[in-house]
């Protein structure tokens, strides 16, 4: 193993050498560490990074760089394949405490010794490359999302696997006379050009199509993923895009509207195939349409239906309406509306619509009769208004996601389908079998839930892919769209919201180019969001492994399966680097090339601990990097400030925090310690899915440790953090120090 030889850097500049003494730091790192630092004005600039290049060339292997936030110039201070650490000296430290004051001073030094320290306790991560990597992409929908991202995957050189269930590609948009707008000036319905789309996709050689073809089981990581498919083949793939569309919701249930009662009162999708086979009739007595009402919300933004509202419902029924007027201009359409939704330019065709003559009321329709009469409650002059005389009634019906096989029931909620998430016990395939028979302990003692999985996904987490409130697949990631919680498979199209056509080819773009980067990231060895490019991964030692399944059940991202003994056996390419299962083990046997329960522990202790005459408490923060962080560093560049006892930790998140770290800082004299971390909940707003819950959870348990210390439970707190919270937390903080205070001094201080 190569000689670890650090060389550490100290910035002066940005007002760091007008707040505190440099010259005292050099003697932190000199005395303590052994380490000859060098410090210059300017770090950044060209001669400072020059002068740090330099070094490398003459032998520093890994550089500790006292400046700046690790945020912020990170091009700079980029020395590939150099390990680069940082210590925080600006924001945390001279912009938000008191200049030239003896606590600032302490704080900058701590700051020097944890970097140092850390320094001690990681190494260079060396990637998991092994074997071979596939970077075919696996389309799954042969829909208007499907074929453009096929296409898409093409053209960035990717060979393609397409699959569609049916008997043709194209999908929904087959069935549909026009389209709506998507070209200047959006006033009109456009030519229905799928079959262009369709041909473009056939003439490309790189895109191979399957019809009639559907994924029954789906094993493996990002780069290797192993997809048994219907007509018996066997498939590897880099990464998935799920593409399966949407579904009406199913009209039969809104029999308050008529539907069922009268052949007459018909959905959009159905009144779309009569304009697609260019006569539309009564379907009682083949009479022409002369009078029809469109009802909005048909079934939608109703808690006994569909809650939610699909987007496109108006525009759709603006189209038909004005297609309906040009084949007959003395058509009356009336469009009843609760709220009338075109967004942004879609309000070109609701323009075009009221200057063509359709009649628009605002209100619910309380009924439909079987004589087609509807009766309205107008919201603008607020009585029953009863439209008679009508030839037919059509029902907006929502959108509902193909997120799971719809040939098969679904289960009545998102929850049923995480429902593996939560047991231990469930038995599950082993990792690392392709195509084989597995293990006659791996084998699902039960049949795949009813739900009819789109994957069959052979984790851990059981086979679907988890959804978001009402069935649309997704991460439950606020900032990372497309992305679900399962790595290397992307969602795109209506099965990840509502959208129209165009919206839905903007969208397979996206969910492509996050399919590109995790081929090409698998083969590199690299983790994909949020840690872009870290190339370490969980390294087990499973001679201390007890077997306890933690790190396998709370992976938010079913990363790790069990091997034919239950040992825990990593996958590496869909670990996101999070380190959950670090903080779940209890015995310390998890760790990462630069990430470690040591590592951290380590930086805890090397901070200086004043003992208890001295008057100064010491606080640990431990801040997760994704929303803390950030928010701290916006409140040092605002100049908010807060009190200089507090020492903060980075850590990947919270739910990569042992409680051991807890007790360890407890045991050398921290007053207090508090976990600083995304809101946990229902909305996921962890960057990590449920790091933050995790780590919720394990402090609701630290009670039992603390009275075994003799120690109050006030002296541990989880505080909730966004990135816009940068006034809020000084003030979160400062009361925690007074709260601290007033409790007393940790008894443990100077043993």
């Known amino acids: 193993m190569t000689e670890r030889k650090t060389g550490i850097y100290l910035c002066s500049g940005c007002g760091i050498g007008e707040s505190v003494d440099v010259a005292l730091l050099e003697g932190v790192a000199k005395k303590e560490f052994k380490l000859d630092s060098r410090t210059h004005a300017c770090l950044c600039g060209d001669e400072g990074v020059a002068m740090i290049r330099a070094d490398i060339e003459a032998g520093v292997n890994q550089v500790a760089i006292a400046a700046c936030s690790a945020r912020v110039m990170t091009d700079r201070f980029g020395f590939e394949p150099i390990q680069v650490l940082r210590a925080d000296l600006r924001e945390k430290v001279t912009w938000s405490h008191a200049p030239n004051h003896e606590d600032t001073q302490a704080l900058a030094e701590d700051a020097v010794r ?29 829909g208007v999302t499907g074929l453009e991202a096929a296409l898409q995957s093409a053209a960035l050189g990717h060979e393609v696997l397409l699959l569609e269930k049916s008997d043709r590609l194209g999908g929904r948009a087959l069935d549909a006379s026009k389209r709506l707008p998507y070209r200047p000036p959006y006033a009109q319905p456009e030519v229905n050009d799928i079959a262009g789309l369709v041909a473009r996709v056939g003439a490309e050689s790189k895109i191979s199509a399957r019809l009639g073809c559907t994924v029954t089981q789906t094993s493996g990581m990002p780069g290797r993923f192993m ?170 019906t929502g959108m509902v996601p193909n997120s799971t096989n719809p040939d098969q029931p679904a289960p009545e909620t998102g929850a049923e389908q995480l429902a593996g998430d939560v047991d231990p016990e469930a038995p599950f395939p082993v990792a690392g079998y392709c195509g084989d028979a597995p293990p006659a302990h791996a084998k699902r003692e039960q049949a795949v839930p009813e739900g009819g999985s789109l994957l069959n996904l052979q984790y851990r987490q059981g086979p ?81 492994c007890t077997k306890c399944k933690r790190c396998t059940v709370e992976c938010p991202f079913g990363a790790i399966d069990e091997d034919e003994q239950t040992y825990p056996i990593v996958n590496s390419t869909r670990c996101r680097r999070c380190g959950t299962c670090m903080g779940a083990c209890p015995v310390r046997t998890i760790s990462f090339d630069n990430y470690s329960v040591d590592m951290l522990s380590s930086m805890i202790k090397s901070v200086k601990i004043p003992d208890e005459f001295s008057g100064k408490p010491r606080i640990l923060i431990m801040a997760c990097e994704n929303d803390a962080i950030p928010a701290l560093d916006m409140a040092g560049i605002k100049r908010n400030q807060w009190s200089a006892h507090v020492r903060v930790v980075p850590v990947r998140c919270l739910g990569s925090v042992s409680l051991l770290c807890i007790s360890d800082a407890l045991s050398v004299g921290y007053d207090g310690v508090m976990m600083m971390g995304c809101k946990p909940g229902d909305d996921y707003q962890c960057h990590f899915v449920k790091g933050s819950a995790m780590a919720a959870e394990r402090l609701s348990k630290v009670g039992e440790t603390l009275k075994s210390m003799m120690l109050e439970p006030e002296r541990v707190t989880q505080a909730e953090a966004s990135i816009a919270d940068a006034d809020r937390l000084p003030k979160v903080i400062d009361a925690f120090v007074e709260q601290i205070t007033a409790i007393g001094f940790n008894p443990f201080k100077g043993f």
């Not at 970097?115 to 929908?141: C, D, F, H, N």
């Not at 509202?309 to 469009?335: F, G, H, M, R």
């Not at 606020?478 to 969602?491: D, K, M, Q, S």
């Not at 949020?530 to 969980?538: I, K």
């Open 114 to 142: 944890m970097v140092l320290t850390q320094a001690g306790k990681v190494k260079a991560p060396e990637p998991y490359v092994e074997g071979e990597w596939s970077s075919r992409i696996l389309v799954m929908g042969g």
């Open 227 to 396: 997809v048994n498919l219907s007509d018996g083949s066997v498939e590897t793939v880099g990464a998935i895009v799920v593409a399966t569309g949407w579904r009406p919701y199913d009209a039969s249930k809104l029999g308050h509207l008529g539907y069922g009662a009268s052949p007459d009162v018909v959905t959009g999708v159905e009144l779309e195939a009569m304009l697609k086979a260019g006569k539309v009739a009564r379907k009682s007595n083949g009479a022409p349409v002369k009078s029809v009402a469109f009802v909005q919300c048909a079934g939608s933004r109703d808690p006994d239906h569909l809650p939610y509202c699909s987007s496109v419902c108006c525009a759709s029924s603006l189209k038909q309406a004005l297609e309906l007027i040009e084949a007959e201009p003395d058509t009356n359409a009336y469009v009843v509306y609760q709220e009338m939704r075109t967004p942004g330019v879609m309000e070109e065709l609701y323009r075009t619509a009221q200057s063509a003559g359709v009649i628009f009321m605002k209100g619910k329709v309380k009924t439909v009769g079987a004589d087609l009469t509807v009766t309205v409650a107008d919201e603008l002059i607020g009585e029953d208004v009863p439209l008679a005389g009508l030839d037919m009634v059509v029902l907006a």
């Open 464 to 544: 679907h892919l988890p959804v978001l409130h009402d069935g649309f697949a997704d991460s439950h990631y606020i900032c990372f769209p497309y992305e679900t919680r399962r790595t290397g498979i992307y969602t795109a199209g209506p099965v990840r919201r509502p959208m129209d056509w165009a919206e839905a080819a903007e969208d397979a773009s996206g969910a492509v180019l996050k399919a590109v980067q995790a081929v090409r990231s698998a083969s590199a060895g690299a983790a994909l969001h949020p840690r872009v490019g870290d190339l370490s991964y969980p390294k087990i030692n499973l001679n201390q």
